[in-house]
């Protein structure tokens, strides 16, 4: 089984933090629809994946800035390439374009899943961010999304802003917790070169973030939402019982998909490939036949990394048994003094982060890692 990933980049307006691939220019969007049916129908006559799609993931940018007659000619072609045997199909959507209008054509579409970021309750850390919603346009929004029969919603959380405190994060995570959805992501405020944000960190250079601050986040989200019967199953995600995302699972446990679009990945088993990242240039290209696309054949080391770098985010842990002799010598000699002073747990074949090395788990990653 596969998942299928459509890139949507546009946005009518742009987020201070966000470092993905987007575009204000909302009047190439007919354009750009038509370049990814097109790409679809490409990628089934020359790609050699005869994989069987079981996700499909509409992210950004906002694809709920796709029109209704838009969104109906995507998963025309979806189905018509791909087929409708999805069983997990997601779509990104900002609050404030939840009408109940917009809510009825999703679920019409058979979309059964919705990612929305919520990013913070508080009016005027969303302003700071540049979102458009208000924090009152959450509970709306997913009440919508329920009326209209879609009962798998996700939100985005963040945290690490500036001057925010403690109990600033506690109201937003209870918050979310109010609203009773089945899955929640967080994720802390990071500073990306090329964004708005690291142009404001360098005038406001007394910024930083509090590492002890941050680890103390960490640990009451991971507290507060375990407490209320999710299940924390990869390092910035929370689901409950039955509600993890299937489609993101698919990049942590080594599974194939396809990526569609201007930056959009794919990924084979063997080999990982990534569209331009110039909406112009995509379009341009697709309208030729062409995938405007570069593509690199992983080496045995570079898949090892990846693997450690994925799996070992979730709760579920690296699967020893599906590495190479060589990799698995390697993986369990460097693990071991940290199996020994409780940061990574080894039971049977598997190896998974503990809650302490949760909080080091980059560190612990990077010393698995082939150099």
Same mark, same amino acid.
């Given at each position: 089984?596969?998942?299928? /990933?459509?890139?949507?980049?546009?946005?009518?307006?742009?987020?201070?933090y966000c470092g993905f691939y987007s575009t204000t220019h909302l009047d190439l969007r007919q354009q750009y629809v038509d370049a990814v049916c097109r790409e679809m129908e490409l990628r089934s006559?020359?790609?050699?994946?005869?994989?069987?799609?079981?996700?499909?993931?509409?992210?950004?940018?906002?694809?709920?800035?796709?029109?209704?007659?838009? &969104?109906?000619?995507?998963?025309?072609?979806?189905?018509?390439?791909?087929?409708?045997?999805?069983?997990?199909?997601?779509?990104?959507?900002?609050? %404030?374009?939840?009408?109940?209008?917009?809510?009825?054509? &999703?679920?019409?579409?058979?979309?059964?899943?919705?990612?929305?970021?919520?990013?913070?309750?508080?009016?005027?850390?969303?302003?700071?961010?540049?979102?458009?919603?208000?924090?009152?346009?959450?509970?709306?929004?997913?009440?919508?999304?329920?009326?209209?029969?879609?009962?798998?919603?996700?939100?985005?959380?963040?945290?690490?802003?500036?001057?925010?405190?403690?109990? %600033?994060?506690?109201?937003?995570?209870?918050?979310?917790?109010?609203?009773?959805?089945?899955?929640?992501?967080? /994720?802390?405020?990071?500073?990306?070169?090329?964004?708005?944000?690291?142009?404001?960190?360098?005038?406001?250079?007394?910024?930083?973030?509090?590492?002890?601050?941050e680890r103390q986040m960490y640990e009451l989200l991971i507290e507060r939402l375990t407490d209320a019967g999710y299940e924390h199953y990869e390092i910035s995600n929370f689901a409950k019982p039955?509600?993890?995302?299937?489609?993101?699972?698919?990049?942590?446990?080594?599974?194939? /998909?396809?990526?569609?679009?201007?930056?959009?990945?794919? /990924?084979?088993?063997?080999?990982?490939?990534?569209?331009?990242?110039?909406?112009?240039?995509?379009i341009a290209a697709i309208k030729q036949g062409e995938r405007p696309a570069e593509c690199e054949v992983l080496a045995p080391d570079t898949h090892y990394n990846d693997r450690i770098t994925t799996?070992?985010?979730?709760? %579920?842990? &690296?699967?020893?048994?599906?590495?190479?002799?060589?990799?698995?010598?390697?993986?369990?000699?460097?693990?071991?003094?940290?199996?020994?002073?409780?940061? &990574?747990?080894?039971?049977?074949?598997?190896?998974?982060?503990?809650?302490?090395?949760?909080?080091?788990?980059?560190?612990?990653?990077?010393?698995?890692?082939?150099?």
């Amino acid at each position: 089984m596969a998942g299928l /990933y459509i890139h949507i980049p546009f946005c009518a307006s742009r987020c201070i933090y966000c470092g993905f691939y987007s575009t204000t220019h909302l009047d190439l969007r007919q354009q750009y629809v038509d370049a990814v049916c097109r790409e679809m129908e490409l990628r089934s006559i020359s790609d050699d994946f005869t994989e069987p799609i079981s996700t499909v993931y509409l992210g950004g940018g906002t694809p709920s800035q796709l029109t209704t007659a838009q &969104l109906e000619q995507l998963f025309l072609y979806i189905n018509k390439v791909y087929g409708n045997q999805a069983e997990e199909i997601t779509i990104e959507a900002n609050p %404030d374009d939840v009408t109940p209008e917009f809510a009825a054509m &999703l679920s019409q579409l058979g979309i059964n899943r919705v990612s929305m970021g919520a990013q913070t309750f508080d009016d005027a850390r969303l302003r700071f961010l540049h979102r458009r919603h208000t924090s009152a346009q959450v509970p709306i929004a997913v009440q919508r999304l329920r009326d209209a029969g879609i009962h798998n919603i996700s939100v985005d959380l963040m945290y690490g802003f500036p001057n925010e405190t403690l109990d %600033d994060w506690q109201h937003d995570i209870e918050a979310a917790l109010a609203l009773n959805v089945e899955h929640i992501s967080a /994720y802390c405020l990071m500073i990306e070169e090329g964004t708005v944000l690291y142009q404001w960190s360098m005038v406001n250079s007394q910024w930083s973030m509090d590492e002890e601050l941050e680890r103390q986040m960490y640990e009451l989200l991971i507290e507060r939402l375990t407490d209320a019967g999710y299940e924390h199953y990869e390092i910035s995600n929370f689901a409950k019982p039955g509600y993890r995302s299937r489609h993101n699972s698919s990049y942590w446990h080594d599974v194939p /998909y396809i990526g569609i679009g201007a930056a959009a990945h794919s /990924y084979d088993g063997t080999c990982r490939s990534w569209n331009v990242a110039d909406i112009r240039e995509y379009i341009a290209a697709i309208k030729q036949g062409e995938r405007p696309a570069e593509c690199e054949v992983l080496a045995p080391d570079t898949h090892y990394n990846d693997r450690i770098t994925t799996a070992l985010r979730t709760s %579920d842990g &690296l699967d020893l048994t599906t590495l190479t002799e060589g990799h698995h010598r390697h993986c369990l000699h460097e693990a071991e003094p940290f199996i020994k002073n409780g940061l &990574l747990n080894l039971t049977g074949s598997r190896l998974v982060l503990t809650r302490r090395g949760l909080f080091v788990s980059d560190m612990v990653m990077s010393q698995l890692m082939m150099v």
